[in-house]
């Protein structure tokens, strides 16, 4: 994604919108999302597992991290 499409993204598109972080505009960016949520600050964590679980139930992917699911209260 370039930086101009990234920016023509509605906040909502993103896990963290507030900081428009971690981009969720399709499945290969929920799975981006998962694989970098290592890097979320703790206290930003719930938030963010809750937005990839909730993205990821739109595009059909099927999120299999402990690590989110905990984070989230395994919501899925």
Same mark, same amino acid.
């Given at each position: 994604m370039t930086t101009e499409e990234r920016k023509e993204l509605p906040d909502?598109?993103?896990?963290? /919108? !507030?900081?428009? !972080?971690? /981009?969720? /505009?399709?499945?290969?960016?929920?799975?981006?999302a998962e694989a970098y949520f290592r890097y979320c600050p703790e206290n930003l964590r719930h938030k963010l597992a809750t937005a990839i679980l909730a993205r990821a139930r739109e595009y059909g992917v099927d999120v299999q991290s402990p690590e989110i699911l905990s984070y989230a209260g395994n919501q899925q």
């Open positions: 909502s598109m993103f896990g963290l /919108p !507030e900081r428009r !972080e971690y /981009p969720m /505009p399709d499945a290969a960016h929920v799975r981006a």
